[in-house]
């Protein structure tokens, strides 16, 4: 057999190159579906957030709330499209980016509108986290100023230090999907405001026998539409996590993405067992907002480090997470008497806090392949600036977004903007500010909110 000739080397040199081409091509393809397609369930978190805010809220307020979610994901789309991914990522400054601005078509790259899209539905997550501690109370058009507020610029300027090369936190702290950029952010501001909106009407009351201020319990209505919505959210976390490598193709990256999903999972999981024996313990039955808590925490505090922490690390984390928000529901509560209705801020500030100081004692450097001490968990021999870090960013996160919020929502405090009348509060939101109640379940509620027949109608 004759050797190959120069010519027929080259063929097959060009033939295996081809190859090779395609087989990268077809890999970003599949990263890129698979992105997209964790994007899309992603946003299905708008309507776990809007089931169980409307579960947890008196009817009354009903159509309120899912009119804020739904306006969220409307007014965090526009906002983000402007100016927000353009903080976000791009230019060279590392505390806020000069990139697309409106996705401007000569500057994008083929990869661009798939990446605005994941990363407008976490923006919209940020904006959503406020809706359920302002609920009750918030005029409507304060909900549309601070949603593109948060959407466009306080949450893109966070997320520029974290996940953009030329940000000042990138590379340093462990906040792979978000646990501070995120929801340390977004229960900051639903702290905020909180805070300035000041309690509902009957939330603090006087005890007679001591003296004291007290809370009291309002309940919500309907407790099927939250349970309903912490398990659709518990869905979306999946989505949210996984998809946060960006990559799927490859072994390694598969694992990653399904260890991701376990984590996830069995944080929630744990997070919820924890705080159903809190309330049984606290209050003598099972209460079924201790479990939503605990779930919704324990699945926030594995967001920063989904991608680096074994699963029974990730059960105890979500005990952690679970204890860390019952915590500040009691602090909020008992000692500040912050009404938060639904334990937002509890729930995504405190498990996100618990989950970035966690990741630095417990960040597996398999997962990643580092070798420098400084990016190592001090369980696997780090020696401790990784918690630094975490501490660093933790500081930086809640400055940035309770000042920012806190302003804004001082500013529409100042001009009246913020809180309703207590007539308003009394009746309701429903009737108040949107023309009509969200349930019509009896004949007069029916014929109240039915159009009149044209041989009914009576001109004056």
């Not at 058009?141 to 507020?149: E, I, K, P, T």
């Not at 952010?185 to 603090?204: E, I, M, N, Q």
Request: proline content about 3%; aromatic content about 14%.
């Amino acid at each position: 057999m004759s050797d190959p000739t120069m010519e027929e080397v080259m063929a097959m040199l060009a033939e295996t190159q081809d190859i090779e081409a395609k087989s990268t091509e077809n890999s970003n393809s599949i990263d890129l579906f698979f992105v997209l397609t964790m994007g899309i369930l992603c946003f299905l978190l708008q309507a776990g957030f809007g089931l169980l805010e409307v579960g947890s809220v008196r009817a009354k307020n009903a159509q309120n709330i899912m009119m804020k979610n739904l306006m969220d994901a409307a007014v965090s789309a526009i906002a983000y499209w402007l100016i927000g991914y353009g903080i976000a990522y791009g230019g060279t400054n590392s505390f806020i980016g000069d990139g697309i601005w409106a996705l401007k078509p000569d500057l994008l790259t083929p990869e661009d509108y798939i990446y605005w899209y994941f990363n407008y539905v976490f923006a919209g997550t940020t904006a959503t986290i406020v809706s359920g501690a302002v609920a009750e109370r918030c005029q409507f058009r304060a909900y549309l100023v601070y949603s593109f507020a948060l959407s466009g610029f306080i949450y893109p300027v966070a997320s520029h230090w974290i996940w953009d090369g030329s940000g000042f936190l990138f590379g340093k702290v462990q906040d792979f999907a978000g646990g501070g950029a995120v929801h340390m952010v977004g229960g900051a501001a639903a702290a905020a405001g909180a805070f300035f909106l000041g309690p509902r009407s009957g939330k603090f009351v006087e005890d007679p026998d001591t003296g004291k201020k007290v809370p009291t319990t309002i309940p919500g209505h309907n407790a099927v539409l939250a349970s309903l919505g912490a398990l659709i959210l518990w869905f979306g976390f999946f989505a949210f996590n996984g998809g946060s490598s960006y990559v799927i193709s490859g072994s390694g990256n598969y694992d990653a993405v399904g260890r991701a999903v376990v984590v996830t999972t069995l944080g929630g999981a744990a997070g919820s067992f924890t705080l159903l024996i809190w309330g049984f313990y606290a209050n003598g039955v099972w209460d079924l907002t201790y479990p939503i808590n605990g779930l919704l925490a324990g699945m926030i505090g594995t967001c920063s480090g989904a991608n680096v922490l074994d699963p029974w690390a990730a059960f105890i984390l979500g005990i952690l997470a679970a204890v860390g928000c019952q915590l500040q529901i009691l602090l909020f509560e008992n000692v500040l008497f912050i009404d938060d209705p639904l334990g937002a801020s509890a729930v995504h500030y405190a498990g996100g806090m618990v989950g970035m100081i966690y990741a630095a004692f417990l960040k597996n450097p398999k997962y990643t392949g580092d070798t420098d001490p400084d990016l190592i968990g001090i369980f696997y021999g780090g020696n401790g600036k990784l918690l630094g870090y975490a501490f660093y960013g933790i500081i930086v996160y809640s400055a940035w977004a309770f000042g920012t919020s806190g302003v804004l929502f001082f500013s529409l405090n100042k001009i009246g903007w913020l809180r309703v009348s207590e007539e308003e509060e009394a009746e309701g939101m429903d009737l108040s500010h949107h023309g009509g109640k969200a349930y019509n379940m009896d004949e007069e509620d029916i014929l109240e909110s039915a159009p009149l027949k044209e041989e009914e109608a009576v001109i004056e």
